[in-house]
């Protein structure tokens, strides 16, 4: 497990297709009608060293497509190494990336100026596939959006080749944000957020959020997929009971097929080859419908609470 906390940008569908395959059959549509993996690998301290690009070789090698990192976690240009010297394609990879706090709190032309710098930190291609807001910096994320819409509309030169950020989206939002967001009072929001990453998991499951979400057309990002792959968690009876109901499957893997079948983004991360393979291994069994109950039961109001609670002290602390 190892956690630490699409292909397809045409609408034709026809990367969606080429994506299609026995190493990824897996992808879920967009609301704009494009094409994202749904297993995702997450860089959030992955060394931004050789080492670091090591590991996204063999990330690669295990069959990841799709990408997450941020400027915070500053392995962006790590990142953009590995995927140059891996010989496939830019068009294949679907990379994620978010702008940082203290960002938003410079105003509107340091957004931009962080857009422009991921993408020269990557450095495979002249486009983002998807930039997130990070945290909702209280005050300013409305701004820090309308900027990236900005940006999302803006074609990189005049052949028209595209634009500089192909998708943008909310990460750590919560509804009364979300609904602060799109409130006629900030004026128009004219491109609406596709995904809204948080953290999801059967030790961590806020089902009133996902369906608020999903009601309005966002498709769930799960953050912390294993629960940072705590001891606690994977040797939960429960969940420990329901791996053995399917032959050879780990805990860890119970939990990323819950977040599958779901139809969340599955967000994970291990330095191992061996887990790295194991966590993508999730597509030969299913869950049946009790097995979805129990684990969904598995967060306490209390784990809810403690963890709103937490979140909101950090957004007045930005």
Same mark, same amino acid.
């Given at each position: 497990?190892?956690?630490d906390g699409a292909y397809g940008n045409n609408n034709n569908g026809t990367m969606a297709k080429?994506?299609? /395959?026995?190493?990824?059959?897996?992808? *879920?549509?967009?609301?704009?009608?494009? %094409?994202?993996?749904?297993?995702?690998?997450?860089? %959030?301290?992955?060394?931004?060293?050789?080492?670091?690009?090591?590991?996204?070789?063999?990330?690669?090698?295990?069959? %990841? &497509?799709?990408?997450?990192?941020?400027?915070?976690?500053?392995?962006?240009?790590?990142?953009?190494?590995?995927? =140059?010297?891996?010989?496939?394609?830019?068009?294949?990879?679907?990379? !994620?990336?978010?702008?940082?706090?203290?960002?938003?709190?410079?105003?509107?032309?340091?957004?931009?100026?962080?857009?422009?710098?991921?993408?020269?930190?990557?450095?495979? +291609?002249?486009?983002?596939?998807?930039?997130?807001? @990070?945290w909702p910096v209280p005050g300013c994320f409305t701004e820090t959006y309308k900027e990236l819409?900005?940006?999302?509309?803006?074609?990189?030169?005049?052949?028209?080749? +595209?634009?500089?950020?192909? @998708?943008?989206?909310?990460?750590?939002?919560?509804?009364?944000? %979300?609904?602060?967001?799109?409130?006629?009072?900030?004026?128009?929001?004219?491109?609406?957020?596709? !995904?809204?990453?948080?953290?999801?998991?059967?030790?961590?499951?806020?089902?009133?959020?996902?369906?608020?979400?999903?009601?309005?057309?966002?498709? !769930?990002?799960?953050?912390? /997929?294993?629960? =940072?792959?705590?001891?606690?968690?994977?040797?939960?009876?429960?969940?420990?009971?329901?791996?053995?109901? @399917?032959?050879?499957?780990?805990?860890?893997?119970?939990?990323?097929?819950? +977040?599958?079948?779901?139809?969340?983004?599955?967000?994970?991360?291990?330095?191992?080859? $061996? =887990?790295?393979?194991?966590? =993508?291994?999730?597509? @030969?069994?299913?869950?049946?419908? $009790?097995?979805? &109950?129990?684990?969904?039961?598995? *967060?306490?109001?209390?784990? !809810?609470?403690? &963890?709103?609670?937490?979140?909101? $002290?950090?957004?007045?602390?930005?």
């Open positions: 497990a190892d956690e080429a994506m299609h /395959s026995k190493e990824d059959p897996q992808l *879920t549509i967009l609301s704009s009608g494009s %094409y994202i993996p749904q297993l995702a690998f997450g860089l %959030y301290k992955v060394p931004a060293d050789e080492d670091g690009v090591s590991i996204i070789l063999e990330a690669i090698k295990a069959g %990841y &497509r799709h990408f997450d990192t941020a400027t915070y976690y500053g392995n962006e240009h790590t990142l953009g190494k590995a995927l =140059r010297s891996s010989g496939i394609p830019r068009e294949q990879f679907f990379l !994620v990336s978010k702008v940082w706090n203290d960002v938003q709190k410079r105003g509107r032309a340091a957004v931009r100026k962080s857009v422009l710098d991921s993408i020269n930190a990557i450095d495979y +291609g002249d486009y983002i596939d998807l930039y997130l807001i @990070h819409e900005l940006l999302a509309m803006q074609e990189q030169d005049e052949e028209g080749r +595209g634009e500089i950020l192909r @998708h943008i989206g909310l990460s750590n939002f919560s509804p009364t944000e %979300y609904e602060e967001l799109m409130s006629e009072d900030n004026g128009s929001i004219t491109i609406p957020p596709i !995904v809204n990453q948080f953290e999801v998991s059967p030790f961590m499951y806020r089902p009133h959020d996902v369906s608020y979400f999903r009601g309005r057309g966002i498709l !769930v990002s799960s953050s912390k /997929s294993l629960h =940072r792959a705590s001891v606690e968690c994977l040797n939960n009876p429960q969940l420990k009971d329901i791996a053995k109901n @399917h032959n050879s499957v780990t805990p860890a893997q119970i939990m990323l097929r819950w +977040g599958f079948q779901k139809g969340f983004v599955v967000v994970c991360k291990s330095a191992n080859p $061996e =887990r790295m393979a194991e966590n =993508r291994a999730i597509f @030969h069994f299913s869950l049946s419908e $009790e097995e979805v &109950r129990v684990l969904d039961g598995l *967060t306490s109001d209390e784990d !809810v609470s403690k &963890r709103e609670q937490l979140e909101m $002290e950090r957004k007045l602390q930005m």
